[in-house]
Nanobody
Framework: QLQLVESGGGLVQAGGSLRLSCAASGHTFSYYVMAWFRQAPGKEREFVSGTNWSGARTYYADSVKGRFTISRDNAKNTVYLQMNSLKPEDTAVYYC???????????????????WGQGTQVTVSS
């Protein structure tokens, strides 16, 4: 079992920045593809960004490309999401997720993920 705990959410003005963290415990973190998803009220959960086991490969939704950066520190069992130039449409609950067998082809599929955090709220005011 892998436990995931997100932190770093909050209220920020449009154009501002936040850094989300997701701390993992309970299993070998580097075995897992890690990703961030988000869900806004009344909308489906959507893929935001993902990274392979080493962090060398990263993937982004078009809506966040150039503004968000995912990274991971396997020594600290933590994955991060640096969010810059935030927009009101980025408002959502952000979840980190882990997939033991993940690939580039499965990265954006939420149903592929084995473990999820509890989520952290990000609110961007206009």
């Amino acid at each position: 079992q892998l436990q995931l705990v997100e932190s770093g959410g909050g209220l920020v003005q449009a154009g501002g920045s936040l850094r989300l963290s997701c701390a993992a415990s309970g299993h070998t973190f580097s075995y897992y593809v890690m990703a961030w998803f988000r869900q806004a009220p009344g909308k489906e959960r959507e893929f935001v960004s993902g990274t392979n086991w080493s962090g060398a490969r990263t993937y982004y939704a078009d809506s966040v490309k150039g503004r968000f950066t995912i990274s991971r520190d396997n020594a600290k069992n933590t994955v991060y999401l640096q969010m810059n130039s935030l927009k009101p449409e980025d408002t959502a609950v952000y979840y980190c997720a882990a997939d033991r067998g993940g690939t580039a082809q499965t990265m954006a599929r939420s149903y592929e993920y084995d473990y999820w955090g509890q989520g952290t709220q990000v609110t961007v005011s206009s």
